[in-house]
């Protein structure tokens, strides 16, 4: 397909949106805290999967490298040398797969399709990839699971890379075209499509803080990147609801809750609004309010913003949705100064919290265009395995401030479309990993965040648990585990975890149990 855009100079980026960065204060102890919790009826409990990190058959039936392929040969590039080339075997043992989410009483499954199976090369459509996921859909609409699409997980196509990738404008113009090769192949079927997931991943920490693939190390492309990507899901999303306007067209992006360290410190205060700008503003406010917000555009302008934003994209990248994806996993905690931190796993300036048992060779760079003043502080919170604080107090404040300034106003419905934890499992003889004490506590105490904000009267809809499975965790490789269903990667045999049965009676009963007492 063609899409015709007006325009083509380029221009500074209209007037930036004005809403004020004001901190909230952290809740405390909420009424859901305790007891048992029921959702709204029709509310819809699923799990979320990508195509990179579960399908494998990397090279088969036409499929081509995508840059996780090539980015997982680069030396140091993923921890223990490991790649996506067999992953869960989902290509071949999806039926079972779909089998066990009914078991689980799931209502949706959202997946994404890989772009180098569909469009291999980013060139011509590729039937036989296609029809896996004719198949995977029929599978569940059999099975009477909610077919979700992501279309974009990451995985575009390495010849795209190769021609600039995401910081190159063409490649918008042909995610359109991918997104209505796979809209026309699924759409009887299909109506709900998800256009990009986490923007912000597969530009700052792809294109600037090279952790990600394709390892890049470049403010500049970073911003471009960020740019094209919100680009490009404008036109998917115009382009869908122009052929198919009962469709549920969204995006999904990660983001947190920036806290300053002392809230009465104006450099502490400055650091979290401007991690907010980076982090959060920067995705929502151009595809939710149709302006970059005027501070970023400011920190953003040395790295090129006012040239790659050209005449009509903001009309574009505007256009309206019906849904948005919150992917949420820990909140953070923002100084305006460093400070020296005793636990060494911390990575303390303006990029975030890893764990560094699995370091990469490779260097990088803080995941953020405009580092600068921007420093993270622990708070001494419960931490997962990746790292990451345990704060689920702070997804009822995401939600709440996202229906009040964003979604509520423009009728866009709230769907929490990641929220999940790795910790350590350890599995007895027969496969089974009883994590109640940290991943069933974590979706416990996180969907009573979610029911705080229903009952703030934000309209969330749905909740998808990250993930299914136990998978490939990116540049973790196979170190972490998030899935409710421990996947055992020497035979490929799945086991539903504590977690797993819990969160399957959850989606059966609509119904978060009383917690036994302690």
């Not at 921890?79 to 078991?103: E, I, K, P, T």
């Not at 913003?305 to 050209?310: E, H, P, Q, R």
């Not at 921007?374 to 939600?399: H, K, N």
């Not at 990641?418 to 994590?435: I, K, P, Q």
């Amino acid at each position: 397909m063609t899409i015709v855009v007006p325009g083509t100079g380029a221009r500074r980026p209209a007037p930036g949106t004005t809403v004020p960065f004001t901190p909230s204060a952290p809740l405390g102890t909420t009424p859901n805290a305790t007891g048992q919790v029921a959702f709204p009826e029709g509310f819809l409990w699923g799990a979320a999967t990508a195509a990179f990190q579960i399908e494998g058959a990397t090279w088969t039936d036409g499929r081509t490298d995508s840059i996780w392929d090539a980015f997982a040969r680069v030396p140091g590039a993923v921890a223990g040398g490991d790649d996506g080339s067999v992953a869960c075997d989902h290509y071949h043992r999806y039926r079972d797969d779909v089998a066990l989410m009914r078991s689980l009483h799931l209502g949706a499954y959202r997946f994404s399709t890989s772009w180098a199976r569909v469009r291999p090369d980013g060139g011509a459509p590729n039937p036989t990839g296609l029809a896996f996921y004719d198949r995977l859909v029929d599978e569940l609409l059999a099975a009477e699971i909610l077919p979700w699409v992501t279309l974009y997980h990451w995985d575009l196509p390495q010849a795209l890379e190769d021609k600039g990738g995401w910081p190159n404008r063409d490649t918008a113009y042909l995610f359109a075209d991918y997104a209505m090769t796979v809209h026309e192949a699924l759409s009887d079927r299909v109506r709900v499509w998800t256009t990009l997931n986490e923007p912000w991943c597969s530009s700052f920490l792809s294109y600037t803080g090279g952790e990600h693939a394709p390892g890049r190390m470049s403010r500049t492309d970073g911003v471009a990147a960020a740019h094209h990507l919100l680009l490009a899901h404008g036109l998917a999303a115009a382009a869908i609801h122009e052929v198919d306007p009962e469709a549920v067209v969204g995006l999904t992006v990660n983001l947190t809750v920036p806290d300053p360290a002392d809230p009465d410190d104006p450099a502490d205060v400055a650091a979290a609004a401007k991690h907010d700008g980076m982090f959060n503003r920067t995705f929502i406010d151009p595809v939710l309010r149709g302006a970059y917000p005027a501070d970023v555009r400011e920190w953003l302008a040395p790295y090129g913003l006012d040239d790659v934003v050209k005449d009509g994209d903001l009309e574009i990248i505007s256009t309206p949705i019906d849904a948005l994806g919150v992917n949420y996993y820990n909140g953070s905690c923002l100084a305006g100064t460093p400070e020296p931190v005793a636990d060494e796993t911390l990575t303390v300036q303006a990029g975030g919290v890893r764990d560094d048992e699995d370091a990469h060779a490779r260097t990088t760079l803080p995941p953020t265009p405009a580092p600068e003043g921007i420093w993270w502080r622990s708070r001494g919170l419960p931490r997962t395995a990746m790292g990451w604080e345990v704060q689920p107090e702070g997804l009822t404040r995401l939600l709440t401030r996202l229906h009040r300034d964003y979604t509520g106003p423009r009728g866009v419905a709230l769907y929490v479309t990641e929220n999940g934890a790795a910790f350590d499992d350890v599995a007895d003889e027969s496969g089974f990993v009883d994590d109640t004490s940290d991943r069933l506590a974590y979706f416990d105490a996180h969907l009573r965040a979610v029911k705080d904000a229903i009952d703030a009267g934000a309209d969330v809809r749905g909740y998808f648990a990250w993930s299914l499975l136990d998978n490939f965790e990116w540049a973790h490789g196979y170190s972490k585990r998030f899935g409710i269903v421990r996947t055992d990667y020497a035979t490929q045999e799945r086991t539903v975890k504590a977690s797993g049965r819990w969160y399957g009676d959850v989606a059966r009963t609509n119904v978060v149990p009383d917690q036994e007492p302690s």
